[in-house]
């Protein structure tokens, strides 16, 4: 209120482009003012003049970062003028192009709310006029009639009739007023102006007033407000509904995109009955780049029945598409933004990024990492199935770097296997050399000349396999490679 006229003008025009600022920014448009002096000072062609005080300065700053023209119209052609101006005896044939029509319109101000004005002398007016209450408040003096001759809208009194009193011309149930009806759509109006939940305008309203039916439009005045609507939060989950089990192996899997880690990117397949992840890094998530992933998948593993991805462009692409027709491969799709219905390749992610974080951090690489966790996944057991991955899909556990912790006994199945070997391979030949005995080796360096004199120089195994010096390099040779000789050199 203390600012001089100038700035009082400044601000209007700081305000209106603050108002509308969605509307403005990154667009150009027309700025009118009938100040002269704010058209040199926020001009965008002048500099800002050294004699303007600081706040007209700021203001210019910030002007600064609009697309603006800035023009000097008359006081009379300014449309803002109908605000602070009664609009009579407008002579002007100036039509401004933000009015339809140079008639005069006129403004009307609406309060939102009455309440203020409502106290228990207006609620016993409205009481003495309701004929249900005035009714009602002459059964409480005269006595009530019985319950079976009442009406409808009655019968909720007589069920209280015990608790009703009456107070200066206002019905009373307890310590909370009786609305009458004319006033009723304002008191709720009111009481969910400050937009609470329904628990507790009802404690609110339990504390002060009430009529029948003022718990159900609690209810509805919230489910029908728009504004709660829209600002309200998340429903409470539905039930858990989990996908089918599946009854083989690589019958249904679980995709999704990982990343970006270490600015990598990954593509994620979980099958969803062994648990069994296979992990690939991506240069892009491409539909050509992802289709040749697969391909190189269902090389190893066999086509699927199922596939359940997100709503990412590489999975809705046509071209993805029309490479699971071809591979006869059904495709689910998530709900948007509710990444758990794919849960087993969402928690797989999860899973994925904290270990491999874990030992990136340790001083290891991040294919190093990568490999490592994988390699420990599919090798232990999982919480779900109670079996590692590797012998859900393989039928038989992976040989890892712990189990060479423990003694391997040689299997019964094994030695009889050997045995069946020896009795069909029918050899007639057993020779044993001795270290510096000459022997004539075989030589595959020179076709002309299939043998060549060497000498022996260890027995790895006796019986099987030597190593032969000949011709001044050392080869390893079996048996029937070598062959007894007399020669002396």
Not at 107 to 114: A, E, G, K, P, V
Not at 209 to 238: G, H, M, Q, Y
């Amino acid at each position: 209120m203390k600012y001089p006229t100038i700035e009082k003008e400044a601000l209007a025009i700081i305000f209106g482009v603050t108002k509308f600022y969605e509307y403005l920014f990154a667009r150009t448009f027309e700025l009118e003012t009938d100040n002269s002096a704010l058209v040199r000072i926020f001009g965008p062609k002048k500099g800002i003049p050294k004699m303007a005080c600081k706040r007209l300065q700021h203001w210019a700053i910030f002007l600064s970062g609009f697309n603006y023209c800035i023009r000097h119209i008359n006081s009379k052609n300014n449309p803002a003028d109908y605000l602070s101006r009664y609009p009579v005896n407008d002579k002007s044939n100036y039509k401004h192009p933000l009015l339809d029509c140079s008639e005069l319109s006129v403004i009307n101000y609406m309060s939102l709310s009455n309440f203020e004005s409502v106290n228990w002398k207006d609620i016993a007016k409205e009481t003495s006029k309701c004929v249900l209450l005035s009714t009602i408040m002459r059964y409480c003096i005269d006595g009530w009639p019985d319950k079976s001759k009442l009406s409808k809208d009655l019968k909720p009194f007589f069920d209280r009739k015990n608790e009703l009193t009456i107070d200066q011309g206002c019905l009373l149930w307890g310590f909370r007023v009786v609305i009458p009806e004319a006033l009723q759509n304002l008191i709720m109006n009111e009481l969910h102006s400050s937009h609470f939940g329904i628990n507790r305008m009802k404690q609110i309203a339990r504390s002060y007033f009430w009529w029948p039916t003022v718990d159900k439009e609690i209810s509805n005045i919230t489910s029908s407000c728009l504004i709660c609507l829209e600002n309200r939060n998340a429903p409470e989950k539905a039930p858990l509904s989990t996908w089918p089990c599946s009854e083989s192996v690589w019958e249904r899997l679980h995709a999704d995109f990982l990343g970006p880690i270490y600015g990598k990117m990954f593509l994620v397949i979980v099958d969803s009955y062994s648990k069994w992840p296979e992990v690939f890094l991506m240069s892009n998530i491409t539909a050509g780049k992802t289709i040749s992933i697969f391909k190189d998948v269902y090389t190893r593993f066999g086509y699927p029945l199922h596939l359940v991805v997100d709503n990412g462009p590489t999975w809705t692409s046509n071209e993805f598409k029309e490479f699971c027709n071809i591979t006869g491969v059904k495709m689910s799709f998530t709900p948007p933004y509710h990444p758990a219905t794919n849960g087993a390749a969402e928690r797989f992610v999860q899973t994925f990024k904290n270990h491999v974080k874990k030992i990136v951090d340790s001083g290891h690489n991040l294919e190093y990492a990568t490999n490592l966790f994988l390699f420990d996944y599919r090798t232990s057991v999982n919480r779900t199935t109670g079996v590692s991955p590797a012998k859900l899909l393989f039928g038989r556990e992976l040989r890892s770097r712990f189990s060479l912790l423990r003694p391997q006994p040689i299997s019964t199945r094994l030695q009889m296997h050997n045995e069946k070997l020896k009795q069909y391979y029918q050899g007639s030949r057993s020779v044993l050399f001795n270290v510096g005995e000459k022997v004539m080796i075989r030589d595959y360096r020179n076709k002309a000349k299939k043998w060549i004199l060497g000498q022996v120089q260890e027995c790895l195994t006796p019986g099987v396999t030597y190593m032969v010096e000949a011709q001044g390099r050392v080869v390893k040779r079996h048996v029937n490679q070598m062959l007894k000789c007399s020669v002396t050199i």
